[in-house]
């Protein structure tokens, strides 16, 4: 197109811009300029982006399932985290770079090889105005390590400290039982959400959980079961006021209607997009894609307990007859990555040597044998809602298990049934589960949900155990790579848990919200990740 082409263009966006010209009279004179009416579309949608404002000052969150708990130390479910981390705040704050920044403490230093010293921000005060001080933090980091909490589902994030010191209202001390070079991260993440010691006391776990108060970015409201979460911004967040008055969480699970609510303007925000869906929220003029490597990985858990799953023989047959590549052209869409083993990529020691997860369906049915497999029926439980793809992954691996002569079936439980089965470690066969790298180092994956005590601890082998001690504690990272090289054999033998698909996740956003997703899946709605264009 020559100049003089050009030049209308530019004019025609800016009439549509300014207001002075429809949609439908945008295209008329586009496709008049461009020739054809995809190219007319295609700039109409970058036209609309360029002049997407609102006047909006409250945030719609959708997201695939509802909230279960809002005590931080009783869930690491997506749904739960995503409201928890904006809620409550921790000692040191992860941001979208991946780096460490100051939390509620403005520095740490390591005082001897088993002391970290925190340093806490002075004036921080909770939602209900009482000041947060070192008394808080250690009954926080106390109650998330004490195994008589019933239902917590982070006590092995501090299986390393000892003890927690308050020598002054604005110091804290974590005495740790060997040198943990890692604690500043932990203290970043689950289990690391700091509560208030007076009101929790005064009121008690049960209505703590159902009207929690931290000090984040926006203080609880209401919580109107499977309808609507409601947060307030908290004008005297130590952070600085959010962009918004009000952020709702409501609960779509199904797929469909969460992308119609998008696209008609109704939420601001949506999780769990399919990758089949996501060039329909893309050619939207309104709203946009952002996407990002989940920091884990997608994998069926297995209850190592219950024959014939107590056999590692059995457990690769299972894994040797999914066939991941075809999982990840056709389901995603050529998206994501396949696991060579139970670390993701971008971890801290992830082996780039190793291969992918082998597809072997001749192979699977010789493990069979040698397992001795009499036909007992598998289940594949899932949660709808959960993990994107998960009824579609579940049928194309119940389909694939079929086919080597493995009696399976998928069994679709409710949140709730799922919640409780975390805590009583009650799964019966297999189940979907998304582990998230904490820490971006396989201690806070690997070592945390298949520990001892930990979430997915259905297995138990002695070098296992013995590695993962040692290497926590270790300040040589090439002892702590090779730790969790034979780690990752280990579990590659075993399998206490079959990795399937590292996923992209990818998230429907309005256009005139500027925000980004996290790899930890954690939805940070702190200013410095979230902006509403006003024009």
Same mark, same amino acid.
């Given at each position: 197109m020559g100049i003089h082409g050009g030049k209308n263009l530019e004019g025609l966006v800016r009439q549509f811009e300014?207001?002075?010209? !429809? #949609?439908?009279?945008?295209?008329?004179?586009?496709?008049?300029?461009?020739?054809?009416?995809?190219?007319?579309?295609a700039l109409l949608a970058r036209a609309a982006g360029a002049q997407a404002t609102t006047k909006k000052t409250d945030l719609m969150i959708a997201q695939s399932g509802d909230v279960t708990k809002l005590d931080p130390h009783l869930s690491t479910a997506l749904w739960d985290v995503s409201v928890t981390f904006n809620i409550f705040d921790n000692l040191?704050?992860?941001?979208?770079?991946?780096?460490?920044?100051?939390?509620?403490a403005t520095d740490w230093k390591l005082v001897n090889p088993t002391t970290w010293q925190f340093r806490l921000r002075s004036g921080v005060k909770f939602h209900n105005g009482d000041p947060l001080g070192s008394a808080d933090v250690k009954f926080s980091i106390d109650r998330a390590m004490d195994a008589n909490v019933k239902g917590s589902l982070v006590r092995t994030v501090f299986t390393t400290v000892d003890r927690v010191e308050a020598p002054d209202a604005q110091t804290v001390n974590f005495i740790t039982q060997k040198p943990d070079p890692l604690l500043p991260r932990r203290l970043g993440f689950y289990g690391g959400q700091i509560m208030p010691k007076k009101y929790f006391e005064a009121v008690g776990p049960d209505a703590f959980n159902a009207k929690p108060v931290g000090s984040g970015p926006v203080?609880?409201?209401?919580?109107?079961?499977?309808?609507?979460?409601?947060?307030?911004?908290? #004008?005297?967040?130590?952070?600085? #006021?959010?962009?918004?008055?009000?952020?709702?969480?409501?609960?779509?699970?199904?797929?469909?209607?969460?992308?119609?609510?998008?696209?008609?303007?109704e939420v601001d925000i949506i999780t769990k997009v399919a990758p089949d869906s996501a060039e329909r929220v893309e050619k939207n003029p309104t709203t946009r894609i952002e996407s990002v490597l989940y920091g884990g990985l997608y994998v069926l858990g297995v209850n190592s307990k219950l024959p014939p799953l107590d056999n590692p023989k059995m457990k690769q047959a299972l894994s040797l007859a999914i066939d991941r590549e075809s999982?990840?052209? &056709?389901?995603?869409?050529?998206?994501?990555?396949?696991?060579?083993?139970?670390?993701?990529?971008?971890?801290?020691?992830?082996?780039?040597?190793?291969?992918?997860?082998? &597809?072997?369906?001749?192979l699977a049915k010789q493990r069979l044998k040698e397992a001795s497999y009499k036909g007992e029926e598998i289940v594949i439980e899932t949660t709808a809602g959960l993990l994107s793809n998960d009824k579609s992954m579940s049928e194309a691996i119940n389909a694939m298990w079929r086919d080597v002569g493995i009696n399976s079936r998928?069994?679709?439980?409710?949140?709730?049934?799922?919640? /409780?089965?975390?805590?009583?470690?009650?799964?019966k066969g297999v189940w979907w589960a998304d582990p998230t790298s904490a820490l971006g180092d396989p201690d806070g994956m690997m070592w945390r949900l298949l520990g001892p005590g930990g979430i997915m601890d259905y297995w138990r082998h002695p070098r296992?155990?013995?590695?993962?001690?040692?290497?926590?504690?270790?300040?040589?990272?090439?002892?702590?790579?090779?730790?969790?090289?034979?780690? !990752?054999?280990?579990?590659?033998?075993?399998?206490?848990?079959?990795?399937?698909?590292?996923?992209?996740?990818?998230?429907?956003?309005?256009?005139?919200?500027?925000?980004?997703?996290?790899?930890? /899946?954690?939805?940070?709605? #702190?200013?410095?990740?979230?902006?509403?264009?006003?024009?």
């Amino acid at each position: 197109m020559g100049i003089h082409g050009g030049k209308n263009l530019e004019g025609l966006v800016r009439q549509f811009e300014d207001g002075l010209i !429809t #949609r439908r009279g945008f295209l008329a004179q586009a496709v008049g300029l461009l020739g054809s009416l995809a190219a007319a579309e295609a700039l109409l949608a970058r036209a609309a982006g360029a002049q997407a404002t609102t006047k909006k000052t409250d945030l719609m969150i959708a997201q695939s399932g509802d909230v279960t708990k809002l005590d931080p130390h009783l869930s690491t479910a997506l749904w739960d985290v995503s409201v928890t981390f904006n809620i409550f705040d921790n000692l040191t704050s992860r941001h979208a770079d991946g780096k460490l920044y100051p939390g509620l403490a403005t520095d740490w230093k390591l005082v001897n090889p088993t002391t970290w010293q925190f340093r806490l921000r002075s004036g921080v005060k909770f939602h209900n105005g009482d000041p947060l001080g070192s008394a808080d933090v250690k009954f926080s980091i106390d109650r998330a390590m004490d195994a008589n909490v019933k239902g917590s589902l982070v006590r092995t994030v501090f299986t390393t400290v000892d003890r927690v010191e308050a020598p002054d209202a604005q110091t804290v001390n974590f005495i740790t039982q060997k040198p943990d070079p890692l604690l500043p991260r932990r203290l970043g993440f689950y289990g690391g959400q700091i509560m208030p010691k007076k009101y929790f006391e005064a009121v008690g776990p049960d209505a703590f959980n159902a009207k929690p108060v931290g000090s984040g970015p926006v203080r609880f409201v209401e919580w109107v079961k499977d309808d609507r979460l409601v947060l307030d911004a908290n #004008r005297d967040y130590w952070g600085g #006021r959010i962009d918004v008055d009000k952020v709702v969480f409501r609960p779509i699970p199904e797929e469909a209607p969460r992308i119609a609510a998008l696209l008609k303007g109704e939420v601001d925000i949506i999780t769990k997009v399919a990758p089949d869906s996501a060039e329909r929220v893309e050619k939207n003029p309104t709203t946009r894609i952002e996407s990002v490597l989940y920091g884990g990985l997608y994998v069926l858990g297995v209850n190592s307990k219950l024959p014939p799953l107590d056999n590692p023989k059995m457990k690769q047959a299972l894994s040797l007859a999914i066939d991941r590549e075809s999982i990840r052209k &056709f389901l995603w869409r050529g998206l994501g990555s396949i696991p060579n083993g139970p670390i993701a990529k971008g971890d801290n020691h992830y082996d780039e040597s190793l291969p992918p997860l082998a &597809f072997d369906p001749n192979l699977a049915k010789q493990r069979l044998k040698e397992a001795s497999y009499k036909g007992e029926e598998i289940v594949i439980e899932t949660t709808a809602g959960l993990l994107s793809n998960d009824k579609s992954m579940s049928e194309a691996i119940n389909a694939m298990w079929r086919d080597v002569g493995i009696n399976s079936r998928i069994e679709v439980i409710e949140t709730s049934v799922r919640m /409780q089965k975390n805590r009583d470690k009650s799964f019966k066969g297999v189940w979907w589960a998304d582990p998230t790298s904490a820490l971006g180092d396989p201690d806070g994956m690997m070592w945390r949900l298949l520990g001892p005590g930990g979430i997915m601890d259905y297995w138990r082998h002695p070098r296992f155990d013995e590695l993962g001690a040692a290497a926590r504690f270790s300040v040589d990272e090439n002892a702590r790579g090779q730790a969790y090289k034979e780690m !990752t054999q280990l579990a590659l033998e075993y399998l206490p848990w079959i990795p399937v698909i590292q996923p992209v996740d990818i998230y429907g956003v309005q256009k005139y919200v500027d925000w980004k997703p996290y790899s930890n /899946q954690s939805i940070e709605l #702190r200013r410095f990740n979230l902006k509403l264009n006003r024009g």
